[in-house]
């Protein structure tokens, strides 16, 4: 029904940059809020950042003052620039997206297949 496509994570070192993009795509008929959460192995998902249709964001203690997340509606897609980053930043990054699916009265959560971020020298 909708699929979302993450790209832009890679090997970096410490105190580098990474740009992560999510493109949702399918029956779409609305998007609200999108985010990004990371995993490592032996942990549970956490969230990195979030982001509602209308541009209000929430972060993560651990990457405040960091990361950026922001979002191009007509596009469909979000972004999360990436500063400054610390080998604990190291994890898979999954975007997520609730989606009003065209034909339906229902806001469904959909994820990303997931995208590798390691940050070390």
């Known amino acids: 029904q909708v699929q979302l496509v993450e790209s832009g994570g890679g090997l970096v070192q410490p105190g580098g940059s990474l740009r992560l993009s999510c493109a949702a795509s399918g029956r779409i008929f609305e998007i609200y809020a999108m985010g990004w959460y990371r995993q490592t192995p032996g942990k549970q998902r956490e969230l990195v950042a979030t982001?509602?249709?209308?541009?209000?964001?929430n972060y993560a203690g651990s990457v405040k003052g960091r990361f950026t997340i922001s979002r191009d509606n007509a596009k469909n897609t979000v972004y999360l620039q990436m500063n400054s980053l610390k080998s604990e930043d190291t994890a898979v990054y999954y975007c997520n997206a609730n989606v009003q699916v065209t034909a339906t009265p229902t806001v469904q959560g959909f994820w990303g297949q997931g995208t590798q971020v390691s940050v070390s020298l």
């Open positions: 982001i509602t249709s209308e541009g209000s964001t």
